[in-house]
């Protein structure tokens, strides 16, 4: 097939946009053009890859430096709404979410059509949880990218997305649909309208997004799937087993102390490192057993002092370089590292915050893969536990290495970018 350009649109947070970078580079392998049309603020991510970005502003005007860090004071000013529940949560943070997602779309709605003219796509594929129409109106194919968890779309026999419900927990899912309709609803009459100004028909309460008629691609592995009442066409449907990016290798440092002993790896993603004092009991129970580990701190390395010999701290690390030489993780709950450790069959104690951080954290533990545990209502003792039950745990080393098998078997990037490529054959 001749060359063609195949435009990425993740939303602007770590976890899409790595995911996207994973998918690209597989679609250049290819021998095609992929290009990222992307928050100004993330411009320099996509190229610091070696891609081609083309900025759309998804608010108001403000300096590269700011734009860059919106999400991450956005997320920090929330964090005393993380010690709530995901039902509580709807009226801080996801109410507050949902309505700079919604106003991201309006100011979106203005840069995409000059820049669609000018990169000139033959193929878009957009990871967002939110209806761009400048996008399904160019006319080429468009393609969702579901980088959350996949009961993003919608059943009416799995957990509502946000909701941290188990799968069978019928009362959790319909106490949290009924809150988050009521509360969601002025946001959602308000996009409604933004929708028929640009010639698009009105979604369903509840619905920011539609899936694409061309190809939607989920991230989630199917050995942690939910059974749905109405599964998923797969002409149309189809689940990628993650999308690991290529990353430089990464060489383990030598700790003073416990250097011969179990490696755990530690992060909140890129826009939780904020959570200082939750980071800083974790090193301190760490500190004081017999593991070592890797802690992402982000942008506030000036927060700590005094680590202990057997903790290793960076404001980043290459993730899919260093999950596979550690022994477990503890992480968020973010899309990234929930479908990494289990790409390569590692087991995970998720501390959750937000958004679909609450529903892996629930599949994690009821698919036996790892642990869920309260952000901050936990003592030292229970922590160390979780983390020896993660090494002692037998029946679920040999679930996370099955899980492993299978989704190292699929390549997920080169599965997506051939299916890409298959939407002009």
Same mark, same amino acid.
């Given at each position: ?274 959570? %200082? =004092? $939750? #980071?800083?009991?974790?090193? +301190? ?7 070592? &580990? ?86 030292? %003792? =229970? $922590? #160390?536990?979780?983390?020896? +039950? ?7 080393? &040999? ?27």
């Amino acid at each position: 097939m001749a060359q063609k350009t195949f435009a990425f649109f993740p939303e602007a947070a770590y976890g899409p946009a790595l995911n996207s970078v994973g998918i690209a580079q597989a679609v250049q392998a290819l021998g095609h053009r992929a290009v990222f049309l992307s928050d100004p603020g993330f411009v320099a991510v996509y190229e610091g890859y070696g891609f081609e970005a083309h900025p759309v502003a998804l608010s108001e005007p403000m300096p590269p430096e700011q734009m860059a860090k919106f999400w991450e004071d956005f997320i920090n000013g929330h964090i005393p709404n993380f010690r709530k529940s995901p039902y509580e949560q709807i009226d801080t943070y996801v109410k507050d979410c949902w309505t700079a997602i919604v106003e991201s779309a309006k100011w979106a709605q203005k840069d995409l059509p000059g820049v669609l003219s000018r990169v000139k796509p033959d193929v878009i594929a957009v990871d967002n949880v939110i209806l761009f129409p400048a996008i399904k109106q160019y006319g080429v194919p468009w393609v969702r990218i579901i980088s959350c968890s996949e009961n993003e779309i919608e059943d009416e026999d799995i957990p509502p997305h946000l909701s941290g419900c188990g799968e069978k927990d019928y009362a959790c899912h319909r106490a949290f649909r009924e809150r988050f309709n009521e509360v969601i609803k002025p946001i959602h009459d308000d996009f409604n309208a933004f929708l028929e100004q640009n010639g698009e028909a009105p979604y369903p309460l509840g619905q920011f997004f539609e899936t694409s008629p061309y190809l939607n691609l989920l991230l989630y592995p199917e050995p942690v799937k939910f059974t749905r009442r109405h599964p998923l066409d797969p002409a149309r449907f189809q689940y990628l087993e993650g999308c690991v990016r290529k990353e430089a290798p990464y060489e383990v440092p030598t700790f003073a102390r416990n250097n011969d002993g179990p490696l755990i790896y530690v992060s909140f993603g890129s826009l939780g490192a904020g959570d %200082t =004092e $939750l #980071l800083k009991r974790i090193i +301190a129970a760490i500190g004081k057993s017999r593991f070592r &580990a890797l802690v992402n701190i982000g942008d506030y390395a000036s927060a700590y002092s005094d680590l202990p010999d057997n903790v290793h701290v960076s404001n980043w690390f290459p993730q899919p370089s260093v999950i596979p030489q550690v022994d477990a993780v503890i992480h968020h709950g973010g899309n990234n590292s929930f479908t990494e450790c289990l790409y390569f069959g590692k087991p995970a104690i998720i501390m959750p915050y937000v958004w679909d951080g609450h529903d892996n954290a629930t599949r994690v533990q009821e698919t036996g893969h790892g642990f869920k545990m309260p952000r901050y209502d936990w003592t030292e %003792t =229970e $922590l #160390l536990a979780k983390l020896e +039950a993660c090494l002692a745990d037998k029946a679920m080393a &040999a679930r996370l290495a099955a899980t492993s098998r299978h989704m190292q078997a699929q390549n997920g990037p080169t599965k997506a970018a051939k299916l890409l490529e298959g939407l002009l054959a």
